[in-house]
């Protein structure tokens, strides 16, 4: 059975920082692209980075490049996303996903 877990969501201020992480388990890790994706309140759900397996060549959203950092584990099967320079806007739930499967999210909330 594929799980995935995200942890590390909060309430932070404009310009701080957090460090979201994605346990996984159930498939082979190391072999897949990992995404993260996320939904603003009221909103659809809007991609924001990947990270390819083996050359762990990365990609981000426009409005997140520069501030974010998408990075993997595959010994442990866990994935990152370092947020740095968080703006209001940001704020939404965070999902890891690979395929079709999806963690339960992680919130994380900007605001002054």
């Known amino acids: 059975e594929v799980q995935l877990m995200e942890s590390g969501g909060g309430l932070v201020q404009p310009g701080g920082s957090l460090r979201l992480s994605c346990v996984t388990s159930?498939?082979?890790?190391?072999?897949?692209?990992m995404t993260w994706v996320r939904q603003p309140p009221g909103k659809g759900l809007e991609w924001v980075s990947i990270?390819?397996?083996?050359?762990?060549?990365?990609k981000y959203a426009t409005s997140m490049e520069g501030r974010f950092t998408i990075s993997r584990d595959d010994a442990k099967g866990t994935v990152y996303l370092q947020m740095n320079n968080l703006k209001l806007e940001d704020t939404a739930v965070y999902y890891c996903n690979v395929g079709d499967h999806w963690g339960q999210g992680t919130q994380v909330t900007v605001s002054s």
């Open positions: 990270i390819y397996s083996g050359s762990g060549r990365t």
């Open positions: 159930g498939f082979s890790f190391s072999s897949v692209p």
